[in-house]
């Protein structure tokens, strides 16, 4: 098995919570070392999101690991000299602080293209670096809100909902998108058909990918004059299609699309009669009559259980899943091979984390080290990568730049 593709690569990663520390977790299971900076005292806030046992929160477990703690305090001159020290030895810098925050200690576009050309820069912000709402900050649920996310999830009567929950699906949406501008940069810059030796900027907004799932439904406004509306679990098309409860409480999800497979399910439930409905004929009759289609199938669904109303799915080649709770999760053998690795903590004790995806054949990423403990690394740091003196490490705690 060969090294991790990331091997050699060196990143620096500045900002909190999920969106922009996601592209470097995304990095540092694929080998490469990144350096964390936080601010002295609390550290990143994902230290304490969610979840936690004695002050251990899971998703910083799950998000911190493969890292490296710097803690400096960017609020001295000193600081921002070693933070300075550590671009220069850094292939890609992570920018998620608000706009303005690192042109603040000087470190503008012009600046550290100027110093570091060879540095690839991910920004990740809620508006991106340009337009008029380029200096506004945000979270998940404004990007969600403002791509039409919000709007197009929830019961078509009741209020836009936050999709995912509590989960901010934007933020690791955004960790995936800037992971994936970060390695095209470094392809660009290294490529051994004729690299440029030179880093590039990548601007990657909270709401990008979330808009890039509804922008068709922008164009088909446009052609139309139609704005889609929030429609509950059902697919854009095809019937029946959502979320459906069975006999024994549990709740299953399917979508049948096309005539073969309305076809199928007809005579699996014993609905012959909508094989001779011609309202029924293609799948645009079939979404115009969801409603009643969708309270047929949902009668039929009650007289099962879920165990039964997936096998029977699968015995005539339809396609019909659990709507899984965490509890259901726990218990999953697929997932028990394919999904997550027991973890023993002496603190948090016996849990589960997930696995590293994508799953490369020959290349694979993997958990180097646990999450780190706050400020953990920051003299190890200064001496290896940027060799400072032992006197100079000193000089700098005592000043209280560095921690």
């Known amino acids: ?27 540092g299971e694929f080998g490469a070392n990144v350096i964390k900076v936080e601010r ?19 998703y910083w477990e799950a998000n911190g690991r493969n890292k490296k703690s710097v803690v400096l305090d960017l609020q001295t001159p000193e600081g921002i000299e070693v933070l300075g020290d550590l671009m220069a030895h850094c292939d890609i810098i992570i920018n ?29 912000s809620a ?6 709402y380029a200096d506004k900050g ?6 969600q809100g403002f791509s039409g996310l919000s709007h197009l999830t929830g019961d078509p009567a009741g209020p836009p909902m936050r999709a995912g929950g509590s989960i901010p699906m934007s933020d690791f949406m955004t960790g995936i998108l800037g992971a994936l501008g970060a390695v095209l940069s470094l392809y660009t810059r290294d490529a051994n058909n004729g690299g440029t030796g030179k ?11 979330a808009f890039r799932m509804t922008a068709p439904l922008l164009g088909y406004y446009d052609g139309s004059g139609v704005a889609v509306n929030r429609n509950g679990s059902q697919s854009l098309g095809g019937a029946p299609t959502g979320h459906f409860q069975t006999s024994d409480g549990h709740w299953i999800c399917t979508a049948v699309q096309n005539e073969q497979q309305f076809g ?31 309270a047929d199938f949902a009668a039929w669904a009650k007289t099962q259980t879920r165990g039964e109303l997936i096998g029977a799915f699968d015995s005539v080649g339809l396609v019909a899943g659990p709507i899984n709770s965490i509890a259901d999760i726990a218990e999953d053998p697929h997932l028990a091979e ?26 694979p990423g993997g958990v180097w080290a646990k999450a780190p403990s706050l400020g953990g690394d920051t003299r190890d740091i200064l001496k290896s990568v940027l060799s400072y003196s032992d006197e100079r490490c000193d000089e700098l705690s005592s000043s209280g730049a560095t921690n």
């Not at 602080?97 to 920004?123: H, N, Q, S």
């Not at 508006?127 to 008029?132: A, E, I, T």
Request: proline share 8%.
């Open 127 to 132: 508006f991106g670096r340009h337009g008029p």
């Open 138 to 143: 945000g979270y998940d649920p404004v990007a």
């Open 96 to 124: 998620s602080l608000r706009p303005g925050t690192m042109e603040k200690w000087g470190f503008t576009e012009e600046v550290i293209r100027g110093k570091f050309p060879d540095a690839v820069i991910v920004y990740t």
């Open 40 to 58: 002295p005292g609390r550290g990143d806030v994902l230290r304490k999101f969610g979840p936690s046992v004695e002050g251990e929160s899971y």
């Open 199 to 209: 880093g590039q900027s990548v601007d990657v907004a909270l709401y990008d990918l």
């Open 1 to 27: 098995m060969s090294a991790p593709p990331l091997e050699g690569v060196t990143v620096l990663e500045l900002g909190e919570l999920v969106a922009g520390p996601f592209i470097g977790t995304l990095l």
């Open 338 to 363: 394919r999904g997550y690795t027991w973890v023993d903590d002496p603190k948090m004790g016996r849990y589960r984390t997930p696995d590293v995806v994508p799953r490369l054949s020959d290349t």
């Open 264 to 294: 199928r399910l007809a005579k699996l439930i014993g609905r012959d009669d909508w094989l001779t409905n011609s309202e029924y004929s293609d799948s645009d009759g079939r979404t115009r009559h969801r409603d009643t289609i969708c």
